[in-house]
């Protein structure tokens, strides 16, 4: 199965060339940066190291969003642009696809290695809480709401998503829920950005504007039951 690497990037300049240097170029079809309205160079330096660059300046999901339209891929992988993602472990990820075992793989941070300081413990919080309510409402327990995610084209499609802000991820992991995909979350290690500082994490404000999102997309779309296993 042919695999599309998919990477929303803000101002990750100082990031993205030594992120796609350390892309396994001999087993993807693409590596796709959608630049999300960058002002520091980040698409030129994306082009230079080899990947395709689109661009898509209204949001995270937005981004996501875009860069799954345009891959060729029958396998579409997410992660983030700032390094903290290890692509070392892409063949765990898709592994489960590919041996037609599941639809839907998510890359938990939290069950993983984790470098110190790479997650603020509010996010480790966030991660469990939202973890406990799908687990009630949805029947499946999620231990984190990651980036580094893979998911089969197909199945993307089946969920029509409509988020796109920092909503993408959770609307992603609830609607694979009720649309009844075979869903498995792996360990994942993760590690401290390689420089800069992070859009919602390191500002408070951009903290809050995502977490009263998530809450919003739980309210919204985590209310309706998937199908039972």
């Known amino acids: 199965m042919t695999i599309s690497i998919i990477i929303p990037a803000l ?5 993205i060339a030594r992120v796609l240097g350390e892309m396994p170029w001999g087993r993807i079809a693409e590596c796709i ?14 082009r230079a190291a080899g990947a ?12 996501c969003n875009a860069g799954a339209r345009a891959a ?9 642009g700032d390094g903290s993602d290890l692509i070392a472990g892409l063949d765990r990820l898709v592994g489960p696809i590919e041996r037609d075992e599941t639809d839907f793989v998510i890359g938990s941070r ?9 997650m603020l413990p509010s996010q480790v919080f966030a991660g469990w809480m939202v973890g406990v309510l799908l687990r009630v409402t949805q029947g499946f327990r999620y ?12 199945s993307l499609e089946k969920l029509q998503m409509r988020e796109m802000t920092y909503g993408w991820n959770l609307e992603m992991q609830i609607k694979a829920c009720q649309a009844g ?14 420089a800069g500082t992070s859009k919602v994490s390191g500002d408070l404000r951009a903290s809050l504007r995502a977490a009263v999102r998530i809450l ?14």
């Open 11 to 15: 101002n990750e300049a100082e990031s």
């Open 33 to 46: 940066v959608v630049d999300n309205g960058s002002s520091d160079g980040t698409a030129a330096i994306a």
């Open 52 to 63: 395709r660059v689109i661009e898509s300046p209204r949001g995270y999901g937005s981004a």
């Open 72 to 80: 060729v891929g029958e396998i579409l992988v997410f992660m983030d």
């Open 110 to 118: 939290i069950r993983g290695q984790r470098e110190a300081g790479s």
């Open 143 to 154: 231990t984190d709401m990651g980036p580094f995610r893979a998911i089969r084209r197909v």
């Open 181 to 194: 995909l075979r869903i498995e979350e792996i360990a994942v290690d993760y590690r401290r950005r390689l």
């Open 216 to 229: 919003q997309v739980l309210l919204r779309t985590g209310t309706r039951r998937g199908p039972k296993p």
